[in-house]
């Protein structure tokens, strides 16, 4: 494994990372949503047959984690990243042609492959693996690049949209991946790692600097199953708030322009948050902090369920800055908790439950308002699920490494 241990070395990559999630998350999760108006528009779906979409991607994309954790482990992280970047490309330009909502659920189908690919878990064993010293500040940076990808995918969409319409911007925005993944061929190095045998559990290991615990011994322990719930829940709520935040913001009488530019704001505040809290992991327990911005997240969540305009902007603060700092230390942790060289079995399998809950955010929050006709009882479930989500939280924690 080649150690990155200056400044810039380490900047580097986690650069290469921020870029990747842009596309991979800005095109297939947040940055689609500016077309959801126009897209209800022409086709007079309900809100919740068109935020079934996003059910349809990241359940599929749960279930095929563990399946993809294993190939990344194999074959590394750069085939992976080629793959999801090239199924992104073909799959909005073919997106510019739906006519049923079938169509828009089989493209989102295979997003799930293309995400699960070159996505976060991919991003982070890619930047764990390379970077040594400093690890959560570059995780941080690199995580950064989902937050970017919700603030500079939609202003790219929204002039498109507005001057071409939805169908001809999606052909334009198709040619983006294709310009990372030329990024990912030129920049992204291989690594090899020495082989570890299955009789070193959980040792301290000095090519990566972690206690490495292999993949059965990980699904034995408590804290790994405490990480799979609190991420089912604290998904659950951040996609069923970004999904359906345009919408909400449009509900509350907000103009698509303002709607669409307090989205990226929104965007801004999580991307900070990120940056700093893997900074702030090399001098406070990451544990600890993870409960704190848990807390922050649940609080925001309170104002945006009272439905009210005045709150609006206090609400997604809070929101923001706690997601932020959560979604950072989410992954941090598992790299910390259980090293590097089966993160990919290890994350697939937790990215399967924080799956499952982000496909369930996004459309149960859809459906719940158009049954109660707000979303004021939507979020206040999420309100809800985010308090157990602390509960849990408080059960996540070192593993002792065996003598």
Known sequence: MS???SFL????????GAILLIVTNGMTFSGITIFDE???NEFGWSKSELKFRDLVNLVASSLIMPFVGVLIDKYGVKKMMVIGLTLIAILYYLYSMIQTTYHMYAIHLVFAFAVSGAGTLATVIMVSQRVTNRRGTAIGIALAGTSAGGIIIPQIGKPLLENFGWRTAFQYEAVIPIVVLLVIVAFVKPVKFNKTKETDLSKKDEETGLTEITFNKAIKQPVFWAICFAGVFCFYSIMGVISNLFLYLR?????????ANMFSIFFAIILVAKLTSGVITEYIDEYKLFRIQLALMMLGTVGIAMNSAALVWPSLIAVGIGWGGLYTLLNYIIITTFGVKSAGKIGGVISTFEGIGSGLGAWVTGLVSDKT?????SFWIVVALLGV?????FFIRKIVPED
């Open 38 to 40: 126009a897209i209800l």
């Open 9 to 16: 070395g380490i900047l580097r990559i986690a650069i290469i």
């Open 3 to 5: 150690e990155n241990k």
């Open 389 to 393: 989500a602390l509960i849990i939280s």
């Open 251 to 259: 509900e509350l009488n907000f103009s698509a322009a303002s709607a």
């Open 373 to 377: 006709g707000n979303y004021s009882a």
